[in-house]
C-alpha cells in the first residue's frame, strides 16, 4: 500500500519538476518580471515572508516562502522555486511556518522520502488545500512547487 501511493506522489513530483524544467509555464527571468498584464498577484491569504532573489514586484509569491528563494514561475496560482537550503530545512521552514498561520499538516497525505516530498495543510481562508512539492536538486537546492487545490 504505501508502495503504491509513493510512486504517486513521486510521479506528480516528477512531472512537476519536469513542467519546470521543460519551461512549460511562463518563466520569469532573474530581476525580470512576467510579461502577463494579470493583476492576480494578491491573494487573501496573506504571505509571511516573499524572499526572492528577483527585484520584480509581479514576481512575488502569495504564500510563504524560504528565505532568498528564487522564484521560477508564478502563473495560474503555482509558484515553482528552488532555494539554496537542505531539504531538511524546506520541510521543517514550510512545517513551521504554515502551523503558525493556523493551517494543520494532513500527515495521512503528507510523504517526505528524501529526496522528494509532498505537504499537504488544510484549514486555509480559501477552504482549499495547501499543496508544496518539492525535490532535492543534488547541488544544494531545493526545486518546489506550492499550490492550493
Known amino acids: 500500500m504505501f508502495s503504491a501511493k509513493f510512486r504517486v506522489i513521486l510521479s506528480v513530483?516528477?512531472?512537476s519538476i519536469f513542467v519546470m524544467a521543460c519551461g512549460l509555464t511562463q518563466m520569469v527571468p532573474?530581476?525580470?518580471?512576467?510579461n502577463s498584464g494579470?493583476?492576480?498577484?494578491?491573494?487573501?491569504?496573506?504571505?509571511?515572508?516573499?524572499?526572492?532573489?528577483?527585484?520584480?514586484?509581479?514576481?512575488?509569491s502569495p504564500f510563504p516562502m524560504p528565505p532568498n528563494s528564487q522564484?521560477?514561475?508564478?502563473?495560474?496560482?503555482?509558484?515553482?522555486?528552488?532555494?539554496k537550503m537542505s531539504f531538511?530545512?524546506?520541510?521543517?521552514?514550510?512545517?513551521?511556518?504554515?502551523?503558525?498561520?493556523?493551517?494543520?499538516e494532513d500527515k495521512?497525505?503528507?510523504v517526505v522520502n528524501?529526496?522528494?516530498?509532498?505537504?499537504q495543510f488544510k484549514g486555509s481562508?480559501?477552504?482549499k488545500t495547501l499543496f508544496i512539492q518539492g525535490a532535492d536538486s543534488g547541488d544544494g537546492t531545493v526545486a518546489f512547487s506550492i499550490t492550493y487545490q
Do not use: H, M
Not at 532573474?30 to 512576467?34: D, L, M, Q, V, Y
Open 13 to 15: 513530483i516528477v512531472l
Open 71 to 83: 522564484i521560477l514561475t508564478n502563473a495560474g496560482g503555482v509558484v515553482a522555486a528552488k532555494v
Open 30 to 34: 532573474p530581476g525580470g518580471s512576467p
Open 108 to 110: 495521512t497525505l503528507s
Open 88 to 104: 531538511d530545512d524546506v520541510v521543517s521552514y514550510y512545517r513551521t511556518e504554515l502551523t503558525k498561520e493556523g493551517l494543520t
Open 38 to 60: 494579470s493583476s492576480d498577484s494578491s491573494s487573501t491569504a496573506a504571505p509571511a515572508d516573499n524572499s526572492s532573489s528577483s527585484s520584480g514586484s509581479s514576481d512575488k
Open 114 to 119: 528524501k529526496p522528494a516530498f509532498s505537504l
Open 125 to 127: 481562508k480559501n477552504g
